[in-house]
């Protein structure tokens, strides 16, 4: 019989406070990118979605995800990318910030 190991669980939180506030995509954590230097993973995060990013450049996390949603998509590779961005944004966080991992 095969031994398996079972696949770790997603977090269930829907907001992150307190102690873990470091995780939320809305914590301020500047991160560098390829396109230019963000406030927070979600900014960054809502970059993708357009060709057009420099709004987004001094706005906090919720500014950003308040404008994202009235942006129109005009990344053609947004919906194909979308998760392996928001990872790779994600690491870069904790990658420029060794201080967050905890």
Known sequence: MRNTVAAPQPIKEKS????????SN????P?????????????????TKS????????INGFEAKKLGKRFPITNPDYSKFKLIDMEWLVRYK?????????
């Open 16 to 23: 992150f406070s307190g102690e873990r506030a470091y995780l």
């Open 26 to 29: 809305m914590h301020e954590a």
């Open 31 to 47: 991160i560098d990118t390829e396109q230019g230097r963000f406030r927070c993973v979600e900014a960054a995060y809502q970059a």
């Open 51 to 58: 060709l057009n990013f420099s709004a987004l450049y001094n």
């Open 94 to 102: 904790f990658q420029q910030h060794a201080e967050l991992e905890k």
